[in-house]
C-alpha cells in the first residue's frame, strides 16, 4: 500500500499538481471530537480576542490607510500560522477568524475608497490568492465561493447593491463565472505546484455557479419559490 501512495505522489508531482518534496502523511490522525471541540474553543475565545483588538486599533481603522494596514497584518498572520505544519491545533482553528477580519478589514477599505465593481474584483483577487497560499483544502473551496460570490457581484453592481438586479445581469453574472470555471483547466499549468488548492479552490467556484443557475431556473429546483423569486424580463 506505501508503494502505491509513493507512486501516486511521484505522478502527482511529475503533472505538477503537487509540489516537491511532497512527502507521505504520518499516521497520527486527530480524532474528529477532538478537532470539534478545539475548533469550538477556538472560535469562543476568537470573539473577545478579536474584540480586544479592535478597541486597540480602533484609532488606526478611523484613518483612510488604517482598515488596510489591519487587513495586511491579520491576514499575513494568519497565513503564516495555517501554513505552519506543526502550530497545535487551537491555535491555528484561531487563525481561521483572523482571515475573516482581515478580509473584511479591507472590503471596509476597498469599498469605501473605490468604486463597488473594482472593489469587488479586488476582494476576489485576495480571496483566490489566500486559496493558492493555504494548505486547508476546505478553507480554499470556501475562498473559491467568496472569489465568485465577489466576480458575480463586480457584474451585477451597476443596479446598486439596494435595487434587485435584472434577470439578464443575473444571467450574464451566471454565464460568466460558469464560462470562468470551464476555460480553467487550460490555466492549471500556471500555478506550478499548487494544483491541489487550484483544484480545492476550483470546487467552491462550481458551487457558486450551481447555486445561482439553480436559483435562476426558479421553481424548476424550488430555490427561486424560497428566495421570492427573481424578477423576469
Known amino acids: 500500500m506505501a508503494d502505491v501512495l509513493d507512486d501516486v505522489i511521484a505522478r502527482a508531482q511529475a503533472a505538477q499538481l503537487l509540489p516537491e518534496g511532497t512527502t507521505r502523511p504520518g499516521g497520527e490522525q486527530r480524532p474528529w471530537p477532538v478537532v470539534l471541540l478545539t475548533a469550538l474553543g477556538a472560535w469562543l475565545a476568537a470573539v473577545p480576542l478579536l474584540g480586544m483588538v479592535g478597541l486597540l486599533l480602533g484609532p488606526l481603522i478611523n484613518n483612510p490607510l488604517g482598515p488596510y494596514v489591519v487587513g495586511v497584518l491579520l491576514l499575513v498572520g494568519s497565513t503564516v500560522v495555517l501554513r505552519s505544519r506543526q502550530v497545535p491545533l487551537f491555535l491555528e482553528q484561531l487563525a481561521v477568524p483572523g482571515v475573516l477580519v482581515g478580509g473584511g478589514a479591507l472590503g471596509f477599505g476597498f469599498f469605501q475608497h473605490l468604486p463597488h465593481g473594482v472593489a469587488s474584483l479586488l476582494l476576489a483577487a485576495v480571496a483566490v490568492g489566500l486559496a493558492l497560499l493555504l494548505r486547508q483544502a476546505w478553507l480554499q473551496a470556501l475562498l473559491g465561493v467568496a472569489a465568485a460570490s465577489l466576480t458575480g457581484l463586480a457584474v451585477i453592481e451597476p443596479r446598486g447593491w439596494f435595487r434587485a438586479p435584472t434577470w439578464e445581469l443575473m444571467w450574464f453574472a451566471a454565464h460568466l463565472l460558469l464560462a470562468v470555471a470551464a476555460v480553467s483547466p487550460w490555466w492549471q499549468g500556471l500555478w ?42
Open 192 to 233: 506550478r505546484g499548487r494544483g491541489a488548492a487550484f483544484e480545492s479552490l476550483l470546487s467552491g467556484w462550481w458551487l457558486t455557479v450551481l447555486v445561482g443557475l439553480a436559483a435562476l431556473a426558479g421553481m424548476t429546483f424550488l430555490v427561486g419559490g424560497v428566495m421570492g423569486g427573481w424578477p423576469r424580463r
